[in-house]
């Protein structure tokens, strides 16, 4: 698959087996590979027959902040890196995001090459060149957009993610089903829902099938709209103004990125019906998948139980504009991009968020 950000093309190869990415590209001189302690080992097996300088990070969302972009900056400087040269990061969200950063500021942009080793970076992170870090308890407060040149997802790879993020990419794969006007991902995913509640039971084919439609989901609306100016892009949010207050709310680091995003679609269900946008009936089928897959979907949530704490970090949402909130909410098919402003409305969300608004 190809796809073209505004200035920037992106090629997008998606295999079942690693072995393969050697195919993909061979000259890989004059790069840094970058990776954390989960992904070094499979970073340091590509390594092997090129020899080239590492950077290896701490895991983790607590570590995704400017002292990482740091560590990668160094090591592409001592490395005599030039502006030509390319950054290849082996690793999910966290660190396409730290590393396709770095990239956007070294020496003014240089090449970056991602390998998408979980299944949330392979359904949403890997294409569109959202970059950044965390900063002042902020999610993702600091970034820009900078599109890898070249994706790389290799399905195997999967073998070898813990339960927590096969789930956390789980709820990425579901809040793009929901987004698409027609059912066909919605589908696949509901009638596959026992083997897909683990990696080791989901059909390898049916695997490939989800992550080619999502990617391919995802590539269209960005390339629609590349630096979210438009109305497509914000769409992709659905969930996130909640899911990210969530994870500011519980200390970042301490929900993963799906489970608050799961945990915010369902508030943004639950807001949608009740300014009238979302049919109950929908946002019920939304519900009992989401549920399906064993997501913490109480209000209050256990580890987030102020409303205030939560409305407070929904004040200070990147996607807000000119003094409204905006939530992305489901509708008869899709979604919508909502600004939040009247005294009502606003009582409406601190109803959600004390758990008083129920579907």
Not at 153 to 173: F, H, N, R, V
């Amino acid at each position: 698959m190809q796809f073209l950000f505004g200035e920037y093309p992106t090629d997008v190869k998606i295999s079942h087996e690693f072995q393969e990415i050697e195919n993909y590209n061979n000259n890989f001189s004059n790069s840094i590979i970058i990776a954390d302690k989960n992904t070094a080992f499979i970073a340091e097996k590509f390594n092997k027959k090129y020899n080239l300088p590492q950077c290896i990070l701490e895991s983790g969302e607590e570590n995704k902040n400017w002292s990482s972009v740091e560590k990668i900056l160094s090591c592409a400087h001592n490395a005599k890196l030039g502006r030509d040269g390319i950054f290849i990061a082996f690793g999910g969200g966290v660190i396409g995001d730290l590393s396709g950063f770095a990239a956007s500021i070294y020496k003014r942009g240089c090449r970056f090459f991602l390998i998408s080793t979980t299944l949330l970076g392979m359904v949403d992170a890997s294409v569109g060149g959202k970059t950044g870090f965390d900063f002042l308890e902020i999610k993702n407060l600091i970034g820009s957009f900078y599109p890898a040149e070249k994706v790389y997802i290799p399905l195997d790879a999967l073998s070898t993610l813990p339960q927590i993020e096969w789930k956390s990419g789980m709820a990425e794969l579901i809040k793009t089903a929901v987004l698409c006007e027609d059912d066909i991902l919605f589908n696949l995913i509901l009638e596959n829902t026992e083997s897909l509640k683990e990696y080791k039971n989901a059909d390898k084919e049916l695997l490939l099938k989800l992550v080619e439609k999502a990617v391919s989901f995802k590539g269209s609306i960005v390339s629609e709209d590349p630096k979210e100016t438009g109305s497509k892009r914000v769409l992709l949010n659905l969930g996130h103004t909640f899911g990210h207050a969530l994870e500011s709310a519980c200390g970042l680091g301490n929900i993963s990125h799906g489970e608050a995003v799961a945990w915010g679609m369902l508030r943004s269900c639950e807001l949608g019906c009740a300014l009238g946008i979302t049919p109950k009936e929908r946002a019920i089928k939304i519900t009992r998948l989401i549920t399906e897959f064993g997501y913490n979907i109480a209000c209050p949530h256990p580890l987030a139980a102020e409303a205030d704490v939560l409305f407070n970090a929904i004040k200070n949402d990147k996607k807000n504009k000119n003094n409204a909130l905006r939530f992305i909410v489901p509708d008869t098919k899709g979604a919508l991009s909502v600004n939040i402003e009247s005294e009502k409305d606003i009582n409406t969300i601190m109803t959600i968020l004390k758990g008083e608004l129920n579907l």
